[in-house]
């Protein structure tokens, strides 16, 4: 059975920090691309950034330079440190695992940026 278990998300002030966690289990992790997507209210899921199997990294231009993905094999666990958050940062985050043709998503976490 897999799964995709976020954690990390929460409230947080406008230019605060949060990182959120993505423990996977029932997969061979290190073989698959890992993303994390957020949802706002009343938009389409985005991605906001993949690493790969070898640990390329790829982010939306809107959280360049803020969002850093990141991969720990040994702990099956993408991890999405994000600086410098915005109010329309707000969303839920959603972890998903991909290797062709496998694809799963997590069930998400909310990340609120609010004063």
């Known amino acids: 059975q897999v799964q995709l278990v976020e954690s990390g998300g929460g409230l947080v002030q406008p230019g605060g920090s949060l990182r959120l966690s993505c423990a996977a289990s029932?997969?061979?992790?290190?073989?698959?691309?890992m993303g994390w997507y957020r949802q706002a209210p009343g938009k389409q899921r985005e991605l906001v950034a993949v690493i790969t199997s070898g640990g390329r990294t790829n982010s939306a231009d809107s959280v360049k330079g803020r969002f850093t993905i990141s991969r720990d094999n040994a702990k099956n666990t993408v991890y999405l440190q994000m600086n410098s958050l915005k109010p329309e940062d707000t969303a839920v985050y959603y972890c998903?695992?991909?290797?062709?043709?496998?694809?799963?998503w997590g069930k998400g976490t909310l990340v609120t940026v609010s004063s």
């Open positions: 029932g997969i061979t992790f290190s073989i698959y691309t």
């Open positions: 998903n695992a991909n290797h062709y043709p496998m694809d799963y």
